[in-house]
């Protein structure tokens, strides 16, 4: 995108990047001073979240001042004023984590230097690989196509609310005497057993996909990598539960609680990913990436139904071939009654357009489970939120659509679509008042 102020400095990237790492290395080593002699090493914790602000702003100013620059730079520091209050807060509550704890001791006499180095210097060099795809966002000027925004940040906004409110959530549990010793099994933790950390992985994921559509972005995809094995592996998930695997109680809780990632927000993960690439090739007319798309999301959610949700798992065939069926008629009473009309110009709809409709009645019994529950609601949503997608095909010239038709057209026989759907569902699962009888 072209620079939307003349502020900034324009930088060679090379320059920028050794600027930054000089800066950085700065800030932590102020840290690092501050926290040998508070004697407090979770101070690391503390300058994470203002260290990728610093990064950031310096990298913005240095480069390019860009629409998508600011965009990015608004979420990194929402969200590294968050973080920084809330573990400052938490801090100021309780002793030091167990795992500071235990270098303390395992260091002795040689704490001071290897705080510096293996952990404040240490952490200065994740942190710098971890916001390489911002600092690659303010050295281009390429303009990212507004849908690729559309994606990024719902994905963003819905990890920061995860983070927030499931951080939100644990503070006032280990705030009430009456829960200690005890786990939450309550709220977003009833889904995952770290919401937070998912919330935290799905927003730094979001910030590499809008670098991954500027040139070379998507080799910096280590970016995300990097941070998801330090969480899983090193610094969260992993020493969390060894220190909790004597209890009974966690023991039960992981057998029956997934550790990262629900299914259903998966399903609904692979189902949104495919159904864009679907749209968006599909109106350029391309034929295999549409085709492998479709043939991968099918085959990754029968894995994911075979390895979480076996009941479910024997009514995908019977469900995505009435789900295909049910669509093409849709679609071709669309075209005969003028409502749209794709570019093959046939009385048959395109074959990318088709494909969805088989991964979309995969989510029935899982991500979109709730509309089992409720007709109306069922009616309203499927009405409403199919707008959007041909709205995209449309702007992307994949479908055009004839006014004043198209809306209310679309709305209501999506609305029936759907609940006809939902009604042939609920007789495969043997659907009774609002529990479904799977057997």
């Known amino acids: ?16 990047y050794l600027g930054v790492g000089a800066l950085l290395f700065l800030y932590i080593s102020i840290w690092s001073l501050v926290a040998i002699v508070k004697k407090r090493a ?13 990064v950031a702003w310096v990298s913005l100013i240095s480069g390019r001042m860009t629409v998508n620059g600011l965009i990015v730079n608004i979420l990194v520091t929402t969200w590294g004023i968050r973080l920084m209050f809330h573990i400052y807060f938490r801090n100021q509550k309780r002793d030091e984590d167990f795992r ?16 510096f180095s293996e952990v404040f210097l240490l952490q200065g060099c994740i942190l710098y690989i971890v916001a ?34 499931a951080d939100r959530e644990l503070t006032l549990f280990q705030n009430d005497p009456s829960k200690k010793g005890k786990f939450l099994t309550v709220g977003l933790w009833g889904y995952v057993r770290h919401p937070n950390y998912l ?44 220190k909790m695997q004597k209890n009974a109680e966690f023991k039960v809780y992981a057998e029956n609680t997934p550790s990262l990632i629900p299914p259903s927000l998966f399903n609904g993960f692979l189902y949104w990913i495919a159904s864009y690439i679907l749209i968006v090739y599909g109106a350029k007319g391309s034929r295999l990436i549409p ?45 005969q009654f003028g409502i749209l009309t794709y570019p093959n110009g046939g009385i048959f709809p395109p074959l990318w357009l088709l494909a969805l409709y088989p991964l979309f ?21 499927g009405g409403l939120g199919t707008l959007p997608s041909y ?40 659907f009774k008042g609002n529990k479904p009888e799977l057997g």
């Open 361 to 381: 009645s995969l989510t029935l019994n899982s991500s979109l489970a709730f509309l089992n529950k409720n007709l109306p609601v069922t009616f309203f949503l």
């Open 42 to 54: 979770d101070l690391a914790d503390l300058a994470w979240g203002p260290g990728f602000i610093l």
């Open 100 to 115: 500071y704890q235990a270098l303390k001791r395992q260091w002795g006499e040689n704490f001071n230097f290897k705080l």
């Open 132 to 165: 390489l795809p911002i600092m690659w966002i303010h050295t281009y000027a390429e303009r990212l196509p507004v849908p690729i925004l559309g994606i990024v940040l719902p994905i963003w906004l819905t990890g920061f609310l995860l983070e927030t409110v």
């Open 391 to 430: 709205l995209l095909g449309e702007r992307l010239g994949g479908v055009q659509l004839f006014s004043p038709l198209a809306y209310p057209g679309l709305f209501l026989s999506w609305g029936v679509f759907l609940t006809f759907l939902i009604i042939f569902n609920r007789k495969l699962i043997g």
């Open 1 to 16: 995108m072209e620079k939307l102020f003349h502020l900034g400095l324009n930088l060679p990237q090379t320059h920028i």
């Open 291 to 335: 085709i492998l798309a479709a043939v991968g999301c099918y085959a990754a959610q029968i894995i994911l139904f075979a390895k979480f949700d076996r009941k479910s798992l024997r009514l995908c065939i019977p469900i995505s071939i009435f789900a295909l069926g049910l669509g093409l008629i849709q679609e071709m009473i669309f075209i």
């Open 199 to 242: 919330g935290e992985l799905m927003q730094w994921w979001a910030i590499w996909l809008m670098a991954a559509f500027l040139p070379f972005g998507w080799a910096l995809m280590i970016s995300p990598l990097l941070l998801t094995y330090l969480i899983v592996n090193v610094s969260g998930v992993k020493p969390l539960e060894e």
